[in-house]
């Protein structure tokens, strides 16, 4: 846009003038991009911080040792079917 505007204006800018005028517009595009990707780290980041407050707030796991455990001789042989039919 600023280079056709800078052809259908050439009698009323000076070469070097629609020069630094494409040069500020190319910045201006970068500096855009830059603001587009740097707003899509911080959600990710913000979703990370959100993900952390959630999983720090889930109820607790049962701990590995059980109070009431079965005895340690529990498993005493093999199975015993009573009352079992086909």
Known sequence: MVA???VATKGHLS???AG?????????T????WLVRMTADLESN????ERIKEYSELPLEAPWE?????AVDWPQGGIEFVNYGT
């Open 20 to 28: 630094l005028v494409v040069s500020y517009a190319l910045n201006l």
């Open 66 to 70: 059980v109070e009431d455990k079965p």
């Open 15 to 17: 070469a070097g003038f």
């Open 30 to 33: 970068q500096t855009l991009n």
């Open 46 to 49: 913000i979703v990370c911080v």
């Open 4 to 6: 056709f505007a800078s």
